[in-house]
């Protein structure tokens, strides 16, 4: 498929379209050093330590990803009452996103993957996390309130890490409001349990997650494929997109005799940190189907986007200019896209 005049009208609608983002929030911390000797102490490289920074990662990501493509966002999910939560709230404040709705839980470690970097290697990382389920109440107010916005919304993104915000109470309530108001649902999902997520528009699985939610393994294409019709097979009137890495995505349709199955080939040129890439193709699903725009052009987008996204280090937003000039560069006849 090629860029055509629907696609790009779609992309120019991105604008102030509204998105409803719930997820497991996460801070992302980089520290960047210099390798020059192994520790007497052990056999590990000491990193001299030269910089340090942040950016919102996991559903904060999306969100933000959300909010660069044009689109207004209304953000659910919970943060600690400490230092790393507010850090990464006053990220999502500055790139516009309404944090309003947003709990902060006192006595819970906000989430946080420290990653020590030296040399454009990533040496180990370390997580800081609650993963328990939060409260029942907290959770029955949570979908209150995304009902009560429900009517203002164009679409509804979930993004489940499995960090204890998006358990099945939560998942299940909002879905089931935006499908009473008749608004899409994009999902990226974790675990083994379906079920929380029925009702959907559609389930965004990568790979690993595939074979988690089908117990059959997806290794490679054709392993993807048989996972992925049985997962269409349990999820009745669920679209099905895929994340295959360097071999793009797959879209599976639901009750269709019209092309149910479509593949995107990948349009990265070359690999250089998939690092949030998921979130980048998830929003663009979420904020084209926001616009108006048909499933598969929407899936077309999203696997544009994240290609772009994997040229990019570390965890990345990509804006709405850049999915439009690469866009342009695909007309022009280019074989690849570079952020």
């Given at each position: 498929?090629?860029?055509?005049?629907?696609?790009?009208?779609?992309?120019?609608?991105?604008?102030?379209?509204?998105?409803?983002?719930a997820g497991d929030?996460?801070l992302?911390r980089?520290?960047?050093?210099?390798?020059?000797r192994?520790?007497?102490?052990?056999?590990?490289?000491?990193?001299?330590?030269?910089?340090a920074f942040?950016?919102?990662?996991?559903?904060?990501?999306?969100?933000?990803?959300?909010a660069?493509l044009?689109?207004?966002?209304?953000?659910?999910?919970?943060t600690?009452?400490?230092?790393a939560?507010?850090?990464?709230?006053?990220?999502?404040?500055?790139?516009?996103?309404?944090?309003?709705?947003?709990?902060?839980?006192?006595?819970?470690?906000?989430?946080v993957?420290?990653?020590?970097?030296?040399?454009?290697?990533?040496?180990?990382?370390?997580?800081?996390?609650?993963?328990?389920?939060?409260?029942?109440?907290?959770?029955?107010?949570?979908v209150k309130?995304?009902?009560?916005?429900?009517?203002?919304?164009?679409a509804?993104?979930?993004?489940?890490?499995?960090?204890g915000?998006?358990?099945?109470?939560?998942?299940?309530?909002?879905?089931?409001?935006?499908?009473?108001?008749g608004?899409?649902v994009v999902?990226d999902?974790?675990?083994?349990?379906?079920?929380?997520?029925r009702?959907a528009?559609?389930?965004?699985?990568?790979?690993?997650?595939?074979?988690?939610?089908?117990?059959?393994?997806?290794?490679?294409?054709?392993?993807?494929?048989?996972a992925?019709?049985?997962?269409?097979?349990?999820?009745?009137s669920?679209?099905?997109v895929?994340?295959?890495?360097k071999?793009?995505?797959?879209?599976?349709r639901?009750?269709?005799?019209?092309?149910?199955?479509?593949?995107?080939?990948?349009f990265?040129?070359?690999?250089y940190?998939?690092t949030?890439?998921?979130?980048?193709?998830?929003?663009?699903?979420?904020?084209a189907?926001?616009a108006?725009?048909?499933?598969?052009d929407?899936v077309?987008?999203?696997?544009?986007?994240?290609?772009?996204?994997?040229g990019?280090?570390?965890?990345?937003a990509?804006?709405?200019?850049k999915?439009?000039?690469?866009?342009?560069?695909?007309?022009?006849?280019k074989?690849?896209?570079?952020?």
């Amino acid at each position: 498929m090629r860029p055509n005049a629907a696609i790009a009208r779609a992309v120019a609608a991105f604008a102030g379209r509204r998105v409803l983002v719930a997820g497991d929030l996460m801070l992302d911390r980089y520290w960047s050093g210099d390798v020059d000797r192994i520790s007497p102490e052990a056999p590990v490289p000491i990193v001299r330590k030269v910089g340090a920074f942040g950016v919102p990662g996991g559903a904060a990501n999306t969100a933000c990803n959300v909010a660069a493509l044009g689109a207004r966002v209304t953000l659910f999910g919970v943060t600690g009452q400490d230092e790393a939560g507010a850090e990464l709230r006053g990220m999502l404040s500055q790139r516009g996103i309404d944090c309003a709705c947003l709990s902060i839980v006192a006595g819970r470690p906000t989430t946080v993957k420290l990653r020590i970097v030296a040399h454009d290697q990533q040496i180990v990382r370390i997580d800081e996390e609650d993963t328990s389920p939060i409260d029942a109440s907290l959770a029955d107010e949570v979908v209150k309130r995304a009902a009560r916005l429900m009517p203002r919304v164009d679409a509804v993104l979930v993004s489940d890490y499995a960090k204890g915000f998006a358990i099945a109470p939560v998942i299940k309530g909002i879905i089931a409001a935006a499908v009473r108001h008749g608004k899409p649902v994009v999902v990226d999902p974790k675990g083994s349990d379906f079920e929380r997520y029925r009702g959907a528009t559609v389930l965004k699985p990568n790979r690993s997650e595939l074979a988690l939610l089908t117990g059959l393994p997806a290794r490679q294409h054709e392993e993807t494929m048989q996972a992925a019709r049985q997962l269409l097979r349990l999820a009745g009137s669920t679209a099905i997109v895929v994340t295959e890495g360097k071999d793009g995505m797959t879209l599976l349709r639901p009750q269709t005799e019209e092309m149910p199955e479509e593949h995107f080939p990948s349009f990265a040129r070359e690999v250089y940190d998939v690092t949030g890439a998921g979130d980048t193709a998830l929003a663009t699903l979420a904020v084209a189907l926001a616009a108006g725009a048909p499933l598969g052009d929407a899936v077309w987008l999203a696997n544009l986007a994240a290609g772009l996204a994997v040229g990019e280090s570390g965890t990345v937003a990509i804006s709405r200019e850049k999915l439009a000039k690469a866009m342009a560069g695909l007309r022009r006849g280019k074989r690849g896209v570079s952020a």
